[in-house]
């Protein structure tokens, strides 16, 4: 099975920087839900190196800038689900960042 994150139109990606980006969710919880997902393809983000969360918090804190700005939400959830037992439908590691209104 082909993995969707891995094979992402370049088109749809809003930010980057050398180990990962940003997409908008698909099915979006609120407006402006993004992920923050890594170029590297592995299923957990327990497996994650320390560059590659250095890369996901860069890219985290440049969305909630982002979307502070453009949206003005209340608050946010962040959230990995880390596991099929524990939610993730699509096997490759990302990170979603929620606003909540």
Do not use: W
């Not at 139109?9 to 980006?21: M, T």
């Not at 957990?44 to 982002?66: P, Q, R």
């Amino acid at each position: 099975m082909e993995c969707i994150f891995c094979n992402i139109d370049k088109e749809s990606i809003i930010q980057s920087n050398e180990l990962a980006f940003v997409i908008n969710d698909k099915y979006p919880h609120s407006k402006g839900h993004v992920l923050i997902i890594p170029y590297r393809h592995y299923e957990n983000y327990f497996d994650s190196t320390k560059d590659e969360l250095e890369a996901f918090t860069d890219l985290l804190f440049k969305m909630k800038s982002f979307t502070d700005e453009k949206y003005k939400p209340e608050a946010y959830n962040i959230s990995v689900n880390a596991g099929k037992k524990a939610g993730q439908i699509i096997m490759h590691s990302h990170i979603h960042l929620i606003p909540r209104y």
